[in-house]
């Protein structure tokens, strides 16, 4: 039947395009024709290696693009007044997070890790095998196969890992607090905190010990972005005449409703990666199987997200809400990235449905609570995480009690220590940008370029409305 179809095909083609014909006449020939032992042999191990390291390379690039994502979401939240400054703190979290996890943050999450921490050495770079291959051994070329990956191009996948957990505290705290004390917390955490939380999981710390699962971070990367953030939130506090005195709250749409959106769906392109990825390797019919598998749920875990948020934002808010809806794209993708591994893709639609539920009501929780996020991280990254990480249990093989106490114990580390710094940093340079400065808009005040120099602003209500 195949050698029919190559003709039927081969005598349409050829007489407009005869060389490309026959070439590729020439190829399917070959893989027609040849030996049933070339057809189905295994791949070697150098070839493993490559796919590998590819695999590694590609999806580091796709999440790494979650950072435009998340520049986009927050500067289309936030008021005209702020964008700039949202652009600078994104890309400057980016460069903060690779600077720090390539000087200690890799040590402290992989290497040589006992039940709590790794090394507290400095720098990471190839192996002796690798410097050895470039500097033209042949001979080390067993040593850097036998490791199945290229050590940097592991390194660059955890890298863009840690960015992630970052961009979660920009957006919750966008508009009040400081330029270089946003810096500088996120130093402390892409350095340390959130390589201490890796260790105890992926590193093969003490949680791991137990059989925590987390498959790509639901509380890992989110859950620790959204305790950091919320416990910036609550030392920073709410951006003026958000909660007036007589306790309506100051709406604040979206200033720019398709950058918002846009945002969100390059995030859901970037969690294909993100999640996809997480296979950690792509040498075997098993690992692609397995990464479609992935996809496919993150895929549908997104989609319930969205219209299971819409649906209970009317009963909610009194609205169908945009952000909502949004939000629950993310929430969706947050709650399965545990457990994205079932082949009862149902229970993928079931746990992004629930994990859009909560995040919606997370939102409509912490306004009624008076605590201030202007993307609605700690519901989207936070709650969706904790729900994601203890529904990994129902399908994916977990063990509830590790998980619950996974999620306690990296929940109370990281709460604990991003409070006390947060409040160190308070104390020693302040957090919050003075009054004046956020009336007028960081972007003017902070930075002398506003994001949309056209617009006039106008003056807002005040706190005493």
Request: aromatic share 12%; with cysteine.
């Given at each position: 039947?195949?050698?029919?179809?190559?003709?039927?095909?081969?005598?349409?083609?050829a007489a407009s395009r005869p060389a490309a014909a026959a070439a590729t006449l020439l190829a399917a020939a070959l893989f027609l024709f040849a030996g049933a032992e070339v057809v189905h042999a295994a791949v070697d191990t150098e070839s493993q290696f490559v796919f590998n390291t590819f695999a590694f390379l590609v999806w580091g690039a796709l999440v790494m693009w979650m950072c435009?994502?998340?520049?986009?979401?927050?500067s289309?939240?936030?008021?005209?007044?702020n964008a700039s400054v949202i652009c600078l703190k994104n890309i400057g979290l980016y460069s903060i997070a690779g600077l720090a996890y390539f000087f200690i943050g890799y040590n402290l999450m992989y290497v040589d890790v006992g039940s709590l921490v790794g090394s507290f050495t400095l720098f990471y770079g190839p192996s002796a095998d690798e410097v050895a291959l470039l500097a033209g051994q042949e001979s080390a070329l067993d040593g850097v196969v036998g490791n199945n990956y290229s050590v940097m191009s592991d390194w660059f996948f955890q890298m863009v890992f840690v960015a992630t957990?970052?961009?979660?505290?920009?957006?919750?705290?966008?508009?009040?607090?400081?330029?270089?004390?946003?810096?500088?917390?996120?130093?402390?955490?892409?350095?340390?905190?959130?390589?201490?939380?890796?260790?105890?999981?992926?590193?093969?710390?003490?949680?791991d010990g137990l059989g925590f699962q987390d498959f790509a971070g639901s509380t890992i990367v989110h859950g620790t972005g959204g305790w950091a953030a919320?416990?910036?939130?609550?030392?920073?506090?709410?951006?003026?005449?958000?909660?007036?005195?007589?306790?309506?709250?100051?709406?604040?749409?979206?200033?720019?409703?398709?950058?918002?959106?846009?945002?969100?769906?390059?995030?859901?392109?970037?969690?294909?990666?993100?999640?996809?990825?997480?296979?950690?390797?792509?040498?075997?019919?098993?690992?692609?199987?397995?990464?479609?598998v992935v996809l496919v749920n993150t895929?549908?875990?997104?989609?319930?997200?969205?219209?299971?948020?819409?649906?209970?934002?009317?009963?909610?808010?009194?609205?169908?809400?945009?952000?909502?809806?949004?939000?629950?794209a993310i929430g969706g993708l947050v709650a399965i990235t545990a457990g994205p591994t079932m082949v009862e893709h149902y229970w993928a639609v079931i746990i992004g449905a629930v994990g859009?539920?909560?995040?919606?009501?997370?939102?409509?929780?912490?306004?009624?609570?008076?605590?201030?996020?202007?993307?609605?991280?700690?519901?989207?990254?936070?709650?969706?995480?904790?729900?994601g990480t203890l529904a990994a249990s129902i399908a994916a093989g977990a063990t509830l009690w590790v998980q619950i106490v996974g999620v306690?114990?990296?929940?109370?580390?990281?709460?604990?220590?991003?409070?006390?710094?947060?409040?160190?940093?308070?104390?020693?340079?302040?957090v919050r940008v003075a009054p004046n400065v956020e009336e007028l808009g960081q972007d003017a005040a902070e930075l002398g370029i506003e994001a949309y120099p056209e617009f006039v602003l106008m003056p807002e209500p005040s706190d005493d409305a």
């Open positions: 039947m195949g050698k029919h179809l190559i003709a039927r095909w081969y005598r349409r083609t435009a994502g998340f520049t986009m979401l927050e289309g939240s936030v008021r005209t007044k957990a970052a961009s979660i505290v920009s957006g919750a705290l966008a508009e009040r607090v400081k330029l270089w004390s946003f810096f500088l917390f996120t130093s402390i955490l892409t350095a340390i905190m959130y390589p201490i939380v890796g260790a105890w999981t992926w590193g093969g710390g003490w949680l919320l416990a910036g939130a609550l030392v920073v506090g709410p951006r003026g005449g958000k909660f007036r005195k007589d306790g309506t709250v100051l709406p604040t749409p979206p200033s720019n409703v398709p950058v918002v959106t846009l945002g969100v769906f390059i995030l859901w392109l970037g969690w294909f990666g993100f999640n996809g990825g997480s296979q950690l390797a792509l040498a075997s019919a098993l690992d692609v199987v397995a990464m479609s895929n549908l875990a997104a989609a319930a997200g969205v219209i299971a948020a819409l649906a209970v934002s009317r009963p909610i808010f009194g609205r169908v809400d945009l952000m909502a809806g949004l939000n629950g859009a539920i909560i995040c919606t009501a997370g939102m409509k929780l912490l306004e009624n609570l008076k605590v201030d996020d202007v993307v609605g991280a700690v519901p989207a990254h936070l709650f969706a995480g904790v729900w306690l114990a990296i929940g109370a580390f990281v709460f604990t220590t991003s409070w006390l710094l947060w409040f160190a940093i308070e104390k020693a340079i302040g």
